[in-house]
């Protein structure tokens, strides 16, 4: 394979530097060229997903400059074709920018209060992108709304928690929708470091970007504090999200967003038995968060 990504590189782009494959990605194939550079590999079936992205990350970007926004998100390298997405060898290709900076894990609690303002300050940006322009089309409120209540009726924890859900759902699928992260997680953040001070420099990755109402992207903030801060009651968090988020959400639509996204993850992934499992352990470990603290 690395050949054919030098070859691809050295035809399309005249670059020739060493590549390192990163192995976070979930459904794609990202290598580090040399220091500078990303290269990003998919499938021809998902290229019209992968067209839609890419353009969403120039309107993105802009946005953000417009609004002087203390980070940015990726930027594309046209080839030598002048296409910012090449098609070669049965795939479909893309190079961006590499932005320098680290990533911190979940576990550190300096991140929460800064990432609760990075959010806003995104869906400032998001909110003036038409949702046409959002990279997955469907809403995941609107799609899980749709199911039937007894849908996971073969598993009592799922169907307890659409049991839970299904109302906030409902309500959450009559609010305004915007173009939301989708994935907003510690792997899609980059921050730079001073002594013990951080600042958020990018949010990356927008493979996952949908309408939905805003307080999903929290709720995935909230997620990471459940499951990686070691807090044991994280109310303070809960308390922060809300006070960005204003009065149109409860503390319950909180935690029914936080389920929503580990259930659309089961629908996905419940054909591969580790990543069911997984998806299985995490969704028991937020009901029991919820069934602790949500009274």
Request: glycine fraction near 4%.
């Amino acid at each position: 394979m690395e050949n054919l990504v030098n070859s691809i590189l050295r035809k399309h782009w005249n670059l020739s530097a060493p590549i390192k494959a990163d192995d976070t990605g979930a459904s794609r194939m990202t290598w580090q060229v040399g220091k500078d550079h990303w290269i990003t590999r998919t499938n021809i079936s998902d290229v019209d997903q992968f067209k839609s992205e890419t353009k969403l990350i120039s309107r993105l970007s802009n946005e953000l400059q417009l609004k002087k926004t203390p980070f940015k998100t990726l930027e594309t390298i046209t080839s030598m074709e002048n296409l910012e997405i090449v098609i070669d060898q049965g795939y479909a290709w893309r190079i961006t920018k590499n932005i320098a900076g680290v990533k911190l894990p979940a576990s550190d609690k300096r991140t929460y209060f800064t990432l609760i303002k990075t959010i806003f300050d995104l869906h400032k940006a998001f909110g003036e992108i038409s949702i046409s322009e959002a990279t997955i089309k469907d809403s995941l409120v609107d799609k899980l709304n749709m199911l039937e209540k007894d849908f996971f009726k073969e598993s009592r924890l799922l169907n307890d928690i659409m049991s839970f859900i299904k109302p906030h759902l409902k309500e959450l699928s009559q609010n305004d929708k915007q173009i939301t992260h989708g994935d907003f997680n510690p792997s899609n953040i980059i921050y730079s470091i001073n002594g013990e001070s951080i600042k958020v420099e990018a949010i990356i990755d927008l493979e996952c970007c949908r309408p939905d109402p805003p307080i999903m992207d929290y709720a995935q903030l909230f997620i990471m504090a459940i499951c990686h801060s070691g807090d044991k009651n994280p109310f303070k968090i809960t308390e922060d999200i809300l006070g960005v988020i204003g009065k149109k959400y409860s503390r319950m639509s909180l935690h029914a967003c936080m389920m929503a996204y580990w259930i659309d993850l089961y629908l996905n992934l419940h054909h591969i038995p580790v990543a069911k499992e997984k998806v299985l352990l995490r969704l028991s470990q937020l009901w029991s968060f919820h069934t602790k603290y949500g009274s």
